[in-house]
């Protein structure tokens, strides 16, 4: 456990300095006992001088050695009793680590015994890098249980110990399913399965979910318990969708926990796409995305924002991602989409400066006019553009493109996931100098950096990992994962009966039984599409256009924005068009633009797109 290693470390240095301390004391007293006759005593007294030394009161005080190389001017003896004056000194200090690396242990255990009265409790699976961030934020708000394969030293203990994590043993010989029997899982609020293979995560969930099988008092005790499965892996994560629409695999009660994936929804609730970093709300439907770095934080930063940018039915959504390995991750990321999807790119190669290029691939998205079956695979209203280009953010040709984006189309958001401290300094120079462009408009957007806050950036908003990716509020996830259970709830309700029966938590056994019957992947679209409800409510519907919502032709340009925003998410999740509708194929016949739509389907699929209208109406005529 790397986090834990430093103190060892540490204390390694303090057994050499002991040790190199107690040389010189010897050769010292071989000098200054030379004159003893017997030997037995010569080596007897240069002992206990050694001795007393860490007892703070050697023998040969400093002034006995000086007096000792006056009476002896030799060169041998005059360096090493300077050494020897230092190491007097140094003696003491050696005493105290030791006192401190003894005391340590049963300071350790009462610390240990202090944090272990915290009500909430969590039982961690698994290795890696993400564990021991997790145990590290998790265990300043919660009691953690950790299962370790790991035979760990004494300092990484007492660190642990020290942060109220009970450790559990496991040897080789022993198999998990026999150690978690014993344990009682029933006793655990949250269970962490958070190994750093995927595969591993699973073995784990079948041997936890065959003992609740097999376990009566565990059944009751189960109904409360939430097991959190990290899956970093997109293509994995469409394998357990798929998997569960087949009840191939039991995860009631389990959730997908993808942390970047988690930071980024945070990111865009505190920080919406429709808001200015003044405060104010965008004057302009279209949105100028910028993203610097494109590693998981920035691929999951364009999945969200597809679905989120949506501010009407024809506005323009525009992304500019950069990166300076950006062909090696462009395919990691067009695994979220259908693989029809490479069809929509296209690729060339830009002269920037004169006699050097750069790579630029494009996914564009629109209302296309050919009406011909295979130009509608990807079909959607407005226009939606994505430019990734191969670039290092740090040369000559990133500025002067960023630069030309921006006097292209103002850019809106910016969000930089990439770099040190002073590169992001740089990157932030730079995209506060596409203000000096005097053609363009001045950036009053958002940018918003992941990392530890940097001094003197007061008009940027940082997202620290600890607190917004790893900690106990960031895993829980509570406020958006409540909207979108009441939003679930709401939905259905309305679709059900035509009412909107409860506009709170209150009712909370009702909702979480709704929740518990939705599949993964449709839990994942209730948490997308209630997270766009903010957008409706204090964005969409705030506009004078919107004001009756009655009138047929407003009703239609509000559906109209929802099944723009539906089929982006559909989309964004691997889905494209077909006149037949296949989960297995992942083909939908209502992924196409409006027009289309109105066309080919019956007009109740048409009111599923205005549902989402009338639970704000509702929610605003209870309040």
Known sequence: MEHFMKKTKYRKYLIIATVVVALIFIAEGCLYYSAVDNVFFRFSLNF??????????????????IKFLDENQHLHVAIITYIYCLAVIAAPFCTIGALIIFARTPYSYFMYLLKR????????????????????????????????????????????????????????????????????????DYILLCDQNVHTNCAFLKNIKEIQKNTSHSKNSSSHQTIYFTCNDPAFEKVIFQNNSQDNLDFKNVQLLNIQKKAVENMFEK??????????????????????????????????????????????????????????????????????????????????????KIKQYTLSLSSKDDPT??????????????????????????RKKLSDCHLEDIFTYFVISTGNNHNKVGLLESIRKINTNSQSQEFKGQIIVFGQPLYLQDDVLFIEPEEDIFSYEAIRNEDILNQAKLFNYNYTCVQNTGNHLDSSLENSNNINVEWDKLELFHKESS?????????????????????????????????????????????????????IKDRSKQTHDCITNWEHLKKEQDVKILEYDFTPYIIILKESNNS
Not at 286 to 291: E, L, P
Not at 294 to 319: K, P
Not at 384 to 397: A, G, H, T, Y
Request: net charge negative.
């Open 48 to 65: 206990q001088n050694v001795i007393k030394a860490y007892k703070l009161d050697s023998d040969i005080s400093q002034a006995d050695a």
């Open 117 to 188: 009265k915290k009500p909430i409790s969590f039982l961690i699976l698994g290795k890696g890098e993400n564990r021991d961030k997790f145990v590290k934020s998790l265990s300043k708000e919660c009691k953690i249980t950790l299962i370790e394969e790991e035979i760990l030293q004494g300092d990484t203990k007492n660190s642990l110990r020290e942060m109220g994590v009970s450790i559990i043993q496991k040897y080789q010989d022993e198999g998990y399913e026999k150690l978690l029997r014993k344990i009682h899982l029933e006793k655990f």
């Open 271 to 356: 920080y919406p796409i429709f808001q200015q970093s003044n405060g104010d709300y965008q004057t302009s439907d279209d949105v100028h995305i910028g993203i610097i770095g494109f590693g998981e934080i920035g691929q999951h930063t364009l999945t969200e924002a597809l679905s989120l940018s949506v501010l009407s039915a024809d506005s323009t959504i525009i992304f500019d991602v950069f990166d300076k390995n950006m062909k090696s991750k462009i395919g990691i990321f067009l695994n979220n989409f259908h693989p029809d999807i490479i069809n929509e790119v296209s690729y060339k190669d830009l002269e920037i400066i004169k006699g050097e």
């Open 373 to 398: 079956e295979s130009s509608r695979t990807f079909e959607v209203d407005g226009k939606m553009k994505i430019r990734f280009w191969d670039i290092d953010v740090e040369s000559v040709q990133f």
């Open 527 to 579: 948490i997308r599409q209630s997270m766009h409800q903010s957008t409706k409510r204090n964005y969409i519907l705030a506009k004078k256009e919107f004001s009756d919502i009655n009138n047929i032709s407003v009703k239609e340009k509000l559906e109209k924005i929802e099944h723009r925003r539906w089929s982006l998410f559909m989309i964004s999740s691997g889905y494209k068009w077909d006149a």
